[in-house]
């Protein structure tokens, strides 16, 4: 029996295939505890606990497998060189989803130009305990150097080979059976990436991705005009009359978008140690003359302030995987600037970053947006930069001359970056004092926020003296969350009750106050999200909608649909809510089972949402025009910097169309 265990001993150490099982173990063991300290995947009942246990072996055994294949001399090195590739994937996707409670899909890939800006937000992702993700990777070098020489390398026999292979499939196929036992169409109906992770594993989702990926850009190259038939059928029989109180309320004023960083609306009253966080937001929250609606959610995906952009001016949801902004900025668009160019509107953008970070310079361009003032037309003084570009109150105040060089009306948007991820703000520019849960991030937020609020106030002061507040349509709007999933326990000091799913999916609120010249204000409690903001606006703005394609309906409208889908195929209605696989009451919390309306909900959902990537994915609007609607030739706009933009014309903001 010693002799047995003592082969068996030298087999693992001394011989190719040990070193292989060796390999292969400490890789699973290492990405199972990964799954349990980093993701936070909803485990319900002990299937799954089996599923995410036994999810990585069938990937380890079949990729580090592939370097049997390899000659003699060179298998001990191929099996280190994959352990290398897959470690640093698996690290890669911890790191990207302490940021996005998201995992890399390929698309967020052709998005790596952006990490050039992020500087401290990336730093501030590591921890110190991330170098044990890779001990096994030094131990197999560490083995792999002390025997070398010993090691009896020989190459497995072609039947050995097919064994591991056959192993590793069989495992794969037993694992997948027992997920769709668990939830049924998992690979043909879902919107979660967080499923696959959950019942197949992080690298069996890479490989899922890919393949979903290479339907989509296929779908581009076979779609034709018919594929539109059912897309414009489906929005004409939902789409909401406007209300006639509101329509053309505000006909021929100026458009000001103010794009608010990471602003969710707990903040709106809360207070902290005794002081309001953001004073000025809650005073126009309080003013008749703003419309401030208390159950806007944001639904970007991957893309976040690009996806929350995407839809403002789209009406069309954000991709399931990546953002359209990095992959469609080719696609044929009927944006809300270039409806509004056949009104007579000049539309531009502000933003203290630089015109290629989320491919703006591009989008901007399909979109139909007249000017971009971007990174180059602002003095990006060191002191007053942050991570992704201007503070909020130089930019605002940089922005102004820029602003009076548009002749009215103006289709204008300014994008803040102060009070972004991880929140870091020089405590000289600081009026309120940090929060005390113990969570830097959450901790810092509070003060980064106050600072947006208070940039805010200060362009206010402007337009009320330019007289542009009596001539504009002004929308205010939070593009994202701040506080991801990941800081559920620091949220529940905050709010001083348990935060759990239903808890922080409720959270995902943002706010949206919309000013209306001689329209009466006040607190709107309708449901609704950024999908609705297009359609809103031009109906206040007198502009017929019932041409072009949305999926967003008016919020003023006595017609509005207030289910609301999030990316991942969630939703929450005033009565409902559906969060990662179970309905909850939305105004108790209570669990629900599912019924006849939460179905026809949930079919709804699932409905908007695959017709608006039919849309995206296949650019299907390139076969359609409305009536009155001059398409977009991107090769018609220019965004080089141009010295004579910095110069105002007074008098152009002095009148009006």
């Given amino acids: 029996m010693n002799n047995f265990f003592k082969k068996g001993q030298q087999f693992l150490i001394d011989h190719t295939l040990g070193f292989f099982l060796i390999a292969v173990v400490m890789f699973w063991i290492k990405t199972y505890i990964g799954y349990q300290v980093e993701f936070s995947l909803g485990i319900e009942n002990g299937l799954q606990s089996f ?12 990729f580090f497998a592939l370097a049997l294949l390899a000659k003699e001399k060179k298998m001990i090195k191929w099996i280190i060189r994959l352990n290398v590739i897959f470690s640093l994937w698996l690290f890669f996707n911890i790191v990207y989803y302490r940021s996005f409670t998201d995992f890399i899909s390929l698309p967020t890939l052709t998005q790596v130009q952006n990490a050039g800006n992020l500087g401290s937000s990336v730093l501030a992702l590591f921890k110190p305990y991330d170098v044990l993700y890779f001990v096994d990777t030094v131990i197999l070098f560490v083995l792999y ?20 292979f056959l192993t590793g499939i069989a495992i794969f196929t037993v694992n997948l059976a027992l997920a769709e036992k668990d939830r049924p169409q998992l690979l043909s109906r879902t919107f979660d990436r967080n499923y696959i992770v959950k019942y197949l594993g992080l690298y069996n989702y890479t490989i899922y991705d890919a393949v979903q990926n290479t339907k989509t850009y296929a779908q581009r190259a076979t779609a034709s005009s018919t594929d539109l038939t059912e897309v414009v059928n489906y929005t004409k029989a939902t789409k909401a009359e406007p209300n006639p109180k509101y329509f053309g309320a505000a ?6 978008y103010l794009h608010l960083e990471s602003m969710q609306n707990f903040l709106i009253n809360y207070e902290l140690n005794g002081e309001e966080v953001t004073p000025f937001l809650n005073s126009l929250a309080k003013s008749k003359d ?16 690009a996806d929350a952009e995407f839809m403002l001016e789209n009406s069309l949801f954000g991709l399931p995987q990546g953002a359209a902004f990095t992959n469609r900025a080719q ?8 409806i509004l160019k056949q009104e007579g509107y000049t539309s531009a953008v502000f933003h203290g970053n630089y015109k290629s970070f989320w491919n703006r310079d591009k989008m901007y361009k399909a979109l139909g947006f007249d000017k971009f003032f971007d990174a180059e037309y602002y003095d990006m003084k060191e002191e007053d930069v942050a991570s992704y570009g201007l503070m909020d109150k130089p930019f605002f105040k940089e922005s102004i001359p820029k602003l009076e060089t548009l002749p009215q009306p103006f289709y204008a948007k300014f994008i803040t970056v102060s009070n972004h991820f991880p929140y870091a703000i020089d405590q000289d520019l600081t009026t309120i004092g940090k929060h005390t849960t113990g969570d830097a991030s959450v ?3 509070f003060q980064t926020a106050r600072y947006a609020d208070e940039a805010l106030k200060e362009f206010f002061v402007y337009l009320k003296e330019s007289g542009l507040y009596d001539n504009s349509v002004i929308v205010m709007y939070g593009d994202h969350y701040a506080i991801s999933d990941n800081h559920m326990s620091a949220m529940s000091k905050v709010m001083g009750k348990e935060v759990g799913e239903f808890e922080h999916s409720q959270l995902q609120r943002v706010p949206l106050l919309i000013h209306v010249p001689g329209v009466e204000g006040g607190v709107q409690h309708q449901y609704g999200g950024q999908i609705d903001l297009r359609p809103t606006l031009l109906h206040l703005l007198g502009v017929d909608t019932s041409e072009y394609v949305q999926f967003g309906t008016d919020l003023l409208s006595k017609d509005h649909n207030e289910i609301v889908p999030f990316r991942n195929g969630d939703f929450v209605t005033p009565n409902f809510s ?7 009451d939305t105004n108790t919390g209570e669990v629900l089972q599912e019924n006849e309306e939460i179905k026809k909900a949930k079919e709804s959902v699932e409905m908007k ?13 390139r076969f359609y025009e409305p009536e009155g609607f001059v398409p977009v030739d991107p090769n018609d706009y220019d965004y080089t910097y141009r010295e004579e933009e910095q110069t105002s014309t007074p008098s152009s903001n002095k009148e009006s169309k």
């Fill in 290 to 305: 703003f419309m401030y609606f208390d159950n806007f959610f944001h639904q970007v995906g991957q893309g976040k302030t």
């Fill in 251 to 256: 006909e021929g004023k100026n458009v000001i």
């Fill in 578 to 584: 559906l969060v990662k696989g179970k309905y909850y």
């Fill in 145 to 164: 150097k002390w025997k070398g020489k010993k090691f009896v390398v020989v190459k497995p026999k072609r039947r050995t080979v097919a064994i591991v």
């Fill in 51 to 62: 599923l995410l246990f036994i999810n990585p072996l069938s990937s380890a055994v079949l």
């Fill in 443 to 445: 901790d810092n937020y």
């Fill in 609 to 621: 949402l695959n017709l608006s990537d039919k849309v995206v994915n296949g650019d299907l609007l």
């Fill in 331 to 338: 696609n044929t668009y009927q944006a809300a600037p270039a």
